[in-house]
């Protein structure tokens, strides 16, 4: 349950209270895009509508510096409470379905953030993700894995090798990395051959992590998808995954899209 006991008027109110304040913050400030970073206009307000809401409603999250200091959660919440009273149709009125929505959506934000404050502010308690056996393969498999779709610069074909990556992007994928690796204990890594630049990135920093010694290559359950497609050009896609993830096998492995009627 939320310690925020108010009605759900009063939250929804927060909400937009929240969305109001970031909006005035930034009426009169340059436009600044960055897709590389959170130092962009849109991520900016974001965060600051999170900032404003958790608050007013969940303090305590601020006081854990693990979690009040990530930003890219932080532009995720105000990114959620936009979508939120965007549905709703941005009015305080709770009574009819959409209002009901949008409150226990929010609410559903508030209990998020006051487990992960709580259980990342105690070591001796660390946040580990549960493991379970993955069908008759005999993998422990983390409940929570780590998706790689948007672990990339762009959509496309049009990054050749780590020259044309961005440095601060990568960076920041290696940090989530040792965070879902050494602290989460998510080791399954999920990529694929068509999303975008994500397996050369990924390939880069599986090897620094590797020649940190922090994991082994055994440790990890790292697994891709090809899409369908004839057999000479399957294998040769294949064996670009591998090539651009550095790895020589992977440990799972799935026919990516089957979902159209000539599969």
Not at 95 to 102: C, K, P, S
Request: charged share 20%.
């Amino acid at each position: 349950m939320s310690s925020f006991q108010k009605d759900n008027e009063s939250l929804i109110l927060v909400a937009i209270d929240a969305v109001a304040s970031a909006e005035l913050d930034f009426k009169d400030k340059p436009q600044v895009v960055d897709p590389n970073t959170n130092a962009n206009t849109s991520n900016l307000e974001a965060i600051s509508i999170a900032r404003y809401f958790l608050s007013n409603t969940v303090p305590d999250y601020f006081s854990n510096d693990n979690v009040a200091h990530d930003e890219d959660r932080l532009v995720k919440i105000g990114r959620s409470i936009v979508d939120l009273l965007t549905m709703g149709g941005n009015n305080d009125n709770v009574q009819d379905e959409n209002g009901n929505i949008v409150s226990q959506g929010l609410r559903h934000i508030l209990q998020l953030c006051e487990v992960l404050s709580r259980v990342s502010a105690d070591p001796s308690n660390p946040l580990k993700v549960p493991k379970v056996q993955f069908g008759k393969t005999g993998l422990d498999m983390p409940m929570v894995t780590l998706g790689t779709m948007r672990f990339q610069q762009t959509w496309g074909q049009n990054i050749h090798d780590m020259r044309d990556i961005n440095e601060k992007g990568q960076q920041n994928l290696m940090e989530i990395l040792r965070h879902a690796i050494l602290n989460l204990g998510i080791n399954h890594i999920e990529c694929a051959r068509s999303y975008g630049s994500s397996e050369l990135q990924m390939g880069e920093a599986l090897q620094q992590l590797f020649q940190e010694g922090c994991v082994k290559r055994e440790d990890l359950i790292i697994q891709t998808k090809v899409n369908a497609m004839k057999a000479k050009d399957f294998r040769e896609t294949l064996d670009k995954s591998l090539s651009l993830l550095q790895v020589d096998y992977v440990d799972l492995f799935s026919i990516h899209g089957l979902n159209l009627q000539y599969h």
